[in-house]
């Protein structure tokens, strides 16, 4: 499948270590936004490879998530804002949830809206 798609695809079964370092990168997000990510995915990068593909995944997610923060920011003095915040902390949830589901069974997660800055 695409990998583009927020669809779950399959990868070659990884250990139970990676799986619950991937799963802590996605879940991380929702409590220490990107800083939890950061910090796992640097530690972890060079020793697995799916902890680096999700890790830079759920970097690249909660970098659009604060993105979204900023511009909500900007433009809560007009109402509009509150909403675009609002709505970036509903996805944020359920995203990071999703992609922690999808780690914890070792399939890589894509978010579906995410601006993919680290490759």
């Not at 902890?51 to 909500?72: R, S």
Request: aromatic share 10%; charged share 15%.
């Amino acid at each position: 499948m695409e990998p583009n798609t927020g669809v779950p695809v399959e990868v070659k079964p990884a250990g139970k270590d990676s799986n619950n370092m991937a799963m802590l990168c996605h879940l991380l997000g929702i409590f220490t936004w990107f800083i939890g990510a950061l910090v796992i995915w640097l530690i972890k990068k060079d020793q697995d490879e799916f902890v680096d593909d999700q890790g830079k995944e759920a970097l690249n997610w909660q970098i659009t998530v604060v993105l979204a923060y900023v511009v909500g920011a900007m433009t809560a003095c007009i109402g509009i804002g509150l909403v675009v915040m609002f709505a970036a902390w509903v996805l944020d949830l359920i995203f990071c949830i999703m992609g922690a589901v999808a780690a914890s069974k070792g399939v890589k997660y894509r978010y579906p809206i995410c601006i993919r800055l680290l490759k």
